[in-house]
């Protein structure tokens, strides 16, 4: 059968069988008579032999059992290392603490001294903690765990109203709260605000003036680093090379100055730590000098 280079077929190659016009042309995978509308038979037989030799061979080749591609494994998900986590935590927020402390002595007027009593309560609230024990390690690891496979099997997230769409047309979903349940958990045992607590104590012991309401002040207006860590500690996050958490150093806030004292008051008592007085004098005059108020209503409030 001879056909044109249009696709249609040439004059005197092929004819239908219905009413012999040679003006035969394809349409649809078929050769069809352009006058009558009629399917050549000859055709229609040779396009399914054909077929069907390519389902046979189809066929054969799977009786045969011609290979297949294997399915590629999933990567093993390598454990979270809890223990490895909790020993930079510590050392990030020792970190925080030194820096600190140094702003505060270099920078803000507390005596010299308060460095070396705040970095020794802080060694006793560690040793005191159960922060660094095999329990803990294994609890934070399983915690991790879990809510790694949460993520995984998508039970870890939840659509919301008013979730906008992503280019694919997808709705974009929303995740619980990130890494909630297991910060929670390393904070119960030993909360960012530590640092701030062993400088509220170390101040008390010197009988430093600085208050807890001077702390939070510095705190908030970015002179502490305690809501700064993750930028403190980006070198070190950096040369541990760990998959951290970066929730841990990142405290939402800071705690009333009452709240601040009765947590430094109750963290004393757990690290055994004696403490003196309060230097009321100091502190009425440092009140005094901030507030501008005359050296006789400072005399007058001390009596």
């Known amino acids: 059968m001879e056909y044109d280079g249009a696709g249609g077929a040439s004059s005197g190659a092929a004819q239908c069988p219905v009413c012999y016009s040679t003006d035969m042309q394809w349409h649809g995978g078929s050769l069809s008579c352009m006058v009558c509308g009629s399917q050549s038979q000859d055709f229609a037989e040779l396009t399914q032999e054909y077929q069907q030799g390519i389902d046979d061979q189809r066929y054969r080749r799977?009786?045969?059992?011609?290979?297949?591609?294997?399915?590629?494994?999933?990567?093993?998900?390598?454990?979270?290392?809890?223990?490895?986590?909790?020993?930079?935590?510590?050392?990030?927020?020792?970190?925080?603490?030194?820096?600190?402390?140094?702003?505060?002595?270099?920078?803000?007027?507390?005596?010299?001294?308060?460095?070396?009593?705040?970095?020794?309560?802080?060694?006793?609230?560690?040793?005191?903690?159960?922060?660094?024990?095999?329990?803990?390690?294994?609890?934070?690891?399983?915690?991790?765990?879990?809510?790694?496979d949460k993520v995984q099997k998508g039970k870890g997230h939840k659509v919301e109203e008013g979730d906008d769409d992503d280019e694919d047309g997808t709705l974009r979903l929303k995740q619980v709260p990130p890494m909630s349940a297991y910060v929670r958990f390393v904070w119960q045992i030993l909360h960012p605000e530590t640092i701030l607590l062993c400088a509220l104590l170390a101040l008390w012991q010197a009988g430093d003036p600085v208050s807890s309401t001077d702390l939070i002040r510095w705190t908030l207006n970015g002179r502490l680093p305690l809501l700064a860590l993750p930028h403190v500690c980006a070198p070190m996050l950096a040369a541990g090379a760990l998959e951290f958490p970066l929730p841990l150093l990142q405290p939402a806030g800071v705690q009333g100055a009452h709240d601040l004292e009765l947590t430094a008051a109750a963290m004393a008592e757990a690290v055994a730590l004696q403490l003196p007085p309060l230097n009321v004098p100091a502190h009425l005059h440092r009140a005094a000098r901030v507030l501008g108020l005359p050296d006789a209503v400072q005399v007058a409030a001390v009596r």
């Open 62 to 148: 799977r009786a045969q059992g011609a290979p297949t591609r294997a399915a590629t494994p999933a990567p093993k998900r390598p454990p979270f290392p809890a223990a490895e986590v909790l020993k930079l935590y510590i050392s990030c927020l020792r970190s925080g603490l030194q820096e600190q402390m140094r702003v505060l002595v270099g920078e803000l007027g507390a005596v010299k001294q308060t460095t070396e009593a705040a970095m020794a309560i802080w060694e006793a609230r560690i040793q005191q903690s159960s922060i660094l024990t095999d329990a803990t390690a294994e609890q934070l690891g399983e915690m991790v765990e879990a809510y790694r």
